[in-house]
């Protein structure tokens, strides 16, 4: 079968060239596609590409760009949909898990336990929300961060005055929750194929830091987990309507366990290197539907 990976990045990167490496293996062929190379038409009413790509044969679309997506590539992954090309994850998923605002709205929906978060565009509610969380410190972040940038500590109304004077908050929004010390909570992060957790790792933030993202220099170490908390990341990755996910939940000092995050486009190095389980060969095989 013919796969295509939807990236702006090169075979170097690793969720590429492990995607490929496990689709070669398996006996598919894998086409690594430039985002920018996708040339959309649409003829007498009819979607297709110029350039040759869906005459190439390509079956099955694997997006592995992250929450820097742009509107054109978001069009290209639609305009794969389209052509009947099935896309893991789609564009609907993607819209949904891309925004940190949107994706909490989705999972409180369908009952999936999240942070307490409020939603600000101007200084009057940035203060409104500290208030209501409680005061300081609280944690900010922008809407579309990844990997650990874009979130922050504000300690003291300093700090507060500060973000909203320089942060876009006026046209993207900020989300503020109630900061949680490291000591006093677990990080994981459950990776996600289908309907089941293939493998998980406990995050500890770095010295000095608050951020558990292994991008920020946070340690992982091999978790297993079942039960409630796999449950959990299923059910935050079905409610997004995605078929691969890194779900991060964060447990708090009583064992209370909330989902703070949905990845759509989650990167597996460091799970691959912590646990030793095969993530890409999984993902090829869930995206193909079968073995070599």
Do not use: W
Request: aromatic share 6%.
């Amino acid at each position: 079968m013919h796969i295509g990976i939807l990236s702006a990045r090169s075979q170097r990167y690793h969720p590429n060239r492990r995607l490929m490496e496990s689709g070669s293996r398996l006996g598919h062929e894998v086409t690594l596609i430039h985002p920018g190379h996708c040339l959309s038409k649409i003829i007498s009413g009819v979607n297709g590409f110029g350039g040759g790509l869906l005459s190439a044969g390509i079956r099955i679309l694997i997006p592995r760009i992250g929450a820097t997506i742009n509107e054109y590539a978001l069009s290209a992954v639609r305009h794969f949909q389209q052509a009947g090309i099935r896309v893991i994850n789609g564009f609907e998923s993607i819209l949904l898990a891309k925004n940190k605002f949107s994706c909490l709205q989705t999972l409180a929906a369908f009952g999936v336990p999240v942070p307490d978060s409020y939603l600000i565009s101007n200084v009057i509610n940035l203060k409104k929300a500290i208030d209501a969380l409680g005061g300081y410190p609280v944690v900010v972040k922008t809407p579309n961060g990844r990997q650990g940038a874009g979130i922050m500590l504000v300690r003291d109304r300093a700090g507060a005055e500060f973000v909203a004077t320089n942060l876009p908050a006026h046209s993207h929004g900020l989300i503020l929750q109630r900061f949680i010390p490291p000591g006093r909570r677990r990080d994981v992060r459950a990776f996600v194929i289908g309907e089941k957790v293939v493998g998980a790792v406990e995050l500890k933030p770095p010295q000095g830091d608050f951020r558990a993202n292994v991008h920020v220099g946070g340690k992982a170490s091999s978790l297993h987990i079942d039960g409630y908390l796999a449950d959990l990341a299923v059910k935050a990755t079905k409610a997004l309507g995605l078929e691969i996910s890194g779900t991060d939940i964060i447990i708090d000092a009583d064992g209370k366990a909330a989902v703070i995050e949905v990845n759509y486009s989650p990167g597996f190095r460091g799970l691959e290197a912590c646990t030793g389980i095969d993530i890409a060969s999984q993902i090829v095989i869930h995206a193909t539907g079968k073995e070599a």
